[in-house]
């Protein structure tokens, strides 16, 4: 199949470094290419993030959205007495 692709800089000199190191024409090397990075893609380890211990909660966690309701009423109440 004939196809047009338009490759980025570094995409061109990367596949260029690899017919030279594999002596592979342009066509083999493209090809080469999308089958080895189609290939790996079921083989990526799932990302993770990483977590850290941060000590127990400073605020019962239970009491969150009422904490929370709070801070905002008296930011409202702030806002208003600075005219905004």
Do not use: H, W, Y
Request: proline residues 6%; glycine residues 6%; negative net charge.
């Amino acid at each position: 199949m004939r196809t047009t692709v338009t490759l980025d800089p570094d995409v061109d000199a990367r596949l260029r470094k690899l017919m030279r190191e594999r002596g592979l024409s342009f066509k083999e090397a493209v090809n080469a290419a999308i089958r080895e990075g189609l290939a790996a893609e079921g083989e990526r380890e799932p990302f993770e993030t990483p977590t850290f211990e941060m000590g127990p909660a400073r605020i019962p966690v239970t009491r969150a959205l009422a904490i929370v309701s709070e801070l905002e009423d008296e930011e409202l109440l702030r806002q208003r007495a600075l005219g905004k």
